[in-house]
């Protein structure tokens, strides 16, 4: 299985700081990257997809960038709306998630 | 809009059997691979089995071990997850998601409310 190392678990900052995440894989997976958010008692939502493709109706402030092994996903302002658990999956093998970044206020 | 609606959890004792379903709407169901994911209390998803639109390719977890079986019913607009043997460990959230048109179904676009599976004595 690839393994994806997500760091760090969890963050805090303020509203309008730039956030960044970053996501490592086992091995070489290319772009075949995505990144989801999920609030607290919801189902997790498709942000990013392919590494830096924004999923339609998805606010600009959300981006990706990488290729390889090492990823990175930015919120570019916080929102008081941004808190949530945001989870990286590769599926350049068969689907696998990142352990979650949980950002706070 | 795409709705997906699972349904089928609940208690079972170690050893069970559960089956879930996933109702479809909103979209053309039988041109879409679809997904099953699970989230253990607390803990991170944990991708479970895939299928593709006619069937014709299924995936599953190597956590497995052959004790979950996936299938579809394209003439029902419907997904299950057939799950023998439970295990305390299975106990979760199980999420049905689409697979998206991009990234060969591998890019899970909507997702329904989940369901919850909790296995106990």
């Known amino acids: 299985d690839i393994q994806m190392t997500q760091s760090p678990s969890s963050l805090s900052a303020s509203v309008g700081d730039r956030v960044t995440i970053t996501c490592q894989a086992s091995q070489d997976i290319s772009n075949y990257l995505n990144w989801y958010q999920q609030k607290p008692g919801k189902a997790p939502n498709l942000l990013i997809y392919d590494a830096s493709n924004l999923e339609t109706g998805v606010p600009s402030r959300f981006s990706g960038s990488g290729s390889g092994t090492d990823f990175v996903f930015t919120i570019s302002s916080l929102q008081p709306e941004d808190i949530a658990t945001y989870y990286c999956q590769q599926y350049d093998n068969l689907p696998t998630f990142g352990g979650g970044t949980k950002v706070e206020i | 809009e795409v709705q997906l609606v699972e349904s089928g959890g609940g208690l079972v004792t170690p050893g069970g059997s559960l089956r879930l379903s996933c109702a479809a709407s909103g979209f053309t169901f039988s041109s879409y691979s679809m997904n099953w994911v699970r989230q253990a209390p607390g803990k991170g998803l944990e991708w479970v089995s895939s299928?593709?639109?006619?069937?014709?390719?299924?995936y599953y977890a190597d956590s497995l071990k052959g004790r979950f079986t996936i299938s579809r019913d394209n003439a029902k607009n419907s997904l299950f997850l057939q799950m023998n043997s439970l295990r305390v460990e299975d106990t979760a959230v199980y999420y049905c998601?689409?697979?998206?048109?991009?990234?060969?179904?591998?890019?899970?676009?909507?997702w329904g409310q989940g369901t919850l599976v909790t296995v106990s004595s």
């Open positions: 299928i593709t639109s006619s069937s014709s390719y299924i």
């Open positions: 998601a689409r697979g998206s048109k991009v990234g060969a179904g591998w890019v899970f676009d909507s």
